[in-house]
């Protein structure tokens, strides 16, 4: 650094006394040594070394009394935004004069009527930011990065090798979605093979994206050579955008509320990913390893067994759509036959399909299935009374009756009774319980009505409204009811409800 300003500081003295092809052969040097912009380079050059800095003054036209007088109307006007502020502005002056609310100065007035739309949002934005908390979102890297990602359409994928992938993120949320950690589903999908791997995450986030793709990519029997994603912030950063440069992958993106685009792996979140998961809710490191050994046993299930349809044409007949398909292939045989893979993958595709056991890894995927329908009902593993390992043979025998028992995955069957373990709403009486909890014993016959007039009393910023009177009924209709069960059965019968509910 302190060499670079001695530099900036030679150069300075010539830069300024040399001539215009002088002063082009200067700036070449400068440039290459320093790796400036030249734009930057000639602004440097041009400091005058020994200018003090001060602060820059602005030439302001509109002052604060402008100011007030703009946000006094804007308040009259109900907060509108600049532009209709700006048309509104002459016709709100006049009406508030003709019914005396106003009497303004007539420079302030002259200069209200010129202000531009964009001045107006400008001396407002210190009142909006007051108001909302927050500013206006920027656009950052990110929308950097999205642009410099090409966008690939449904129709711009042609007849690709085996390796580029589209992927796509499945939210286990347990329905609508809310606001929380949930796990999650990093499906990816080959466009030529339909080849089909996925990955578990705790949470969505871009570093975990990129750990999927390395795992994805030491369990491939192929090559990874390009991936198609949404516009997703987990896909569209900088550590994806460097790890897809640094390992040659081609990223590309499809285009914003365009789920066609993507319609390879869209058709694998629901035929796949929902079909062995279903929709329940999975949260916490438990669940997610969960997830990750149901992946583990269904992937060369899915991969080796599973035939799909592929679509060979599509003609249009007026408003009819005739659409033509491929004899349904597993993925591994689509490999096998396409003449981009080489003959030693093949092999090891032919060796890996020749020892995997079908009915063995349905008999995994049943059990992880379970787990995981455990976690979605309870939001932990009920821990069930250890069992020997079922035979194959015997879960051989249960399938040609499995029918007469009705849905065979555990992930898909009706929980009976299932309890909401998760909390939808913030609790309304979390710091006032143990007051609360005091006042119960000292008075068993206390009424709840008369217990929310004295939290109202105590604290009005809360409770003045008392619309939590019958979340309170219940919670001390709860704390009776477990007080009863003490009386009759004492602390064992407590501890056996706890352990219960664990």
């Not at 670079?4 to 006394?17: C, D, F, I, P, T």
């Not at 320093?34 to 070394?49: F, S």
């Not at 069930?384 to 079922?390: G, I, K, R, S, T």
């Not at 477990?482 to 004492?490: A, C």
Request: glycine content about 6%; charged content about 30%.
């Amino acid at each position: 650094m302190t060499a670079r300003k001695e530099l900036v500081a030679a150069l300075q003295l010539r830069y300024s006394g040399a001539t215009f092809g002088e002063r082009s052969r200067i700036l070449d040097e400068f440039v290459a040594l320093t790796g400036y912009h030249r734009k930057h380079a000639i602004r440097v050059l041009r400091e005058n070394p020994g200018a003090i800095k001060g602060p820059r003054e602005r030439n302001r036209l509109y002052d604060e009394a402008v100011r007030q007088a703009l946000t006094m109307l804007w308040e009259a006007a109900d907060r509108i935004c600049g532009k209709r502020l700006k048309a509104l502005i002459p016709k709100l002056v006049d009406a508030m004069e003709r019914h005396g609310h106003l009497d303004m100065d007539p420079v302030i007035r002259a200069k209200l009527l010129q202000v531009s739309a964009a001045t107006i949002d400008r001396m407002l934005a210190n009142a909006r930011l007051h108001i909302d908390g927050q500013r206006k979102r920027r656009k950052g890297v990110g929308s950097a990065i999205r642009r410099s990602i090409p966008v690939r359409t449904f129709a711009d994928w042609r007849d690709p090798p085996p390796g580029f992938f589209e992927i796509d993120m499945v939210e286990h949320c347990g329905g609508t979605k809310v606001d929380g950690e949930f796990v999650h589903t990093l499906t990816l999908t080959d466009i030529a093979s339909g080849w089909t791997e996925c990955v578990a995450m705790r949470r969505r986030n871009q570093v975990l994206v990129i750990e999927a793709f390395d795992k994805v990519a030491a369990d491939l029997p192929f090559a990874m050579l390009g991936v198609d994603s949404d516009n997703d912030t987990a896909f569209m950063n900088q550590n994806v955008f460097d790890y897809c440069k640094e390992h040659g992958l081609e990223q590309t993106r499809s285009r914003a509320y365009k789920k066609n685009d993507q319609a390879w792996v869209e058709q694998k979140n629901g035929s796949v990913v929902r079909r062995l998961v279903g929709y329940g809710r999975l949260s916490g490191t438990d669940a997610r390893n969960a997830l990750a050994q149901l992946y583990a046993s269904s992937r060369l299930y899915i991969n080796f067994f599973q035939p799909s349809f592929k679509l060979k044409s599509k003609t249009r007949d007026g408003a009819r759509v005739h659409k033509a398909y491929l004899t349904p292939a597993t993925p591994c045989d689509r490999l096998l036959a396409h003449d981009s893979i080489d003959l030693t993958i093949k092999e090891k595709l032919k060796a890996q399909f020749d020892g995997v056991d079908p009915v063995q890894l349905l008999q995994e995927i049943r059990v992880a299935q379970q787990t995981l329908s455990e976690f979605a009902a309870h939001g932990v593993r009920v821990e069930a009374v250890p069992e020997e390992e079922p035979d194959v043979a015997v879960f051989l025998t249960s399938l040609a009756s499995a029918w007469k028992e009705g849905e065979a995955r555990p992930t898909h069957r009706k929980q009976p009774k299932a309890k909401h373990w998760w909390r939808s709403r913030v609790d309304p009486f979390a710091d006032a319980w143990p007051v609360i909890e005091g006042w119960l014993v000292a008075e068993p016959g206390v009424q709840s009505r008369e217990l929310m007039n004295r939290l109202a009393t105590m604290v009005p910023d809360a409770y003045a409204s008392k619309a939590q009177l019958r979340t309170l009924q219940r919670r001390v209709k709860a704390w009776r009811a477990e007080r009863v069960r003490e009386m009759v059965l004492g602390n064992t019968g407590r501890s056996a409800d706890a352990s219960a509910e664990v």
